[in-house]
């Protein structure tokens, strides 16, 4: 009874003992190789794509700002044309008020078409930036991407030679 004991707990120890034991294959120096060329490819290729991140970002803030001072101008320039035109009708004697009346309400709607088409102008050009913005972001993705897949295709490599 005491040998079978004495195997029963010696196989159990040694059973544990071989379950722990690592059996991955050891690096080569060629794998280490690769994994740090990969890994500094990769970094560079996130670098970059941070930057070009960044600077789309800041077009598109620099875009979305010039917008809005087009279109403040245009609106502050339609705002002075219509306050000359009623200054105009103010001033108009009493058998001419009609005709002025007239002619300011010409000339506001003038200025309001103007500065409609300022205010369009303005933001197709701030929507073109953040398209061109949004393509230059996804491309730059889309070469970090590339290159973690190569850098991991060549860690395989090297792991096979």
Do not use: C, R
């Amino acid at each position: 009874m005491n040998k079978l004991l004495a195997t029963l707990i010696a196989s159990l120890f040694a059973t544990v003992a071989f379950a722990q034991a690592p059996v991955t294959p050891a690096a080569t120096p060629a794998v280490v190789k690769a994994e740090v060329k990969a890994d500094k490819a990769v970094a560079a290729a996130v670098k970059s794509e941070a930057k070009v991140d960044a600077k789309a970002d800041a077009k598109v803030e620099k875009a979305v700002a010039k917008s809005a001072e087009k279109k403040a101008d245009a609106n502050t320039k339609a705002a002075e044309t219509k306050a000359d035109a009623n200054m105009k009708v103010e001033k108009a004697g009493a058998e001419d008020k009609t005709k002025a009346v007239a002619k300011a309400e010409k000339t506001a709607a003038k200025a309001d078409e103007k500065a409609e088409k300022a205010v369009v102008k303005a933001d197709v050009k701030a929507d073109k930036v953040k398209l061109t913005a949004g393509a230059d972001k996804a491309m730059a993705k889309s070469e970090t991407t590339a290159v973690k897949a190569e850098a991991k295709a060549d860690v395989k490599a090297a792991g096979s030679k």
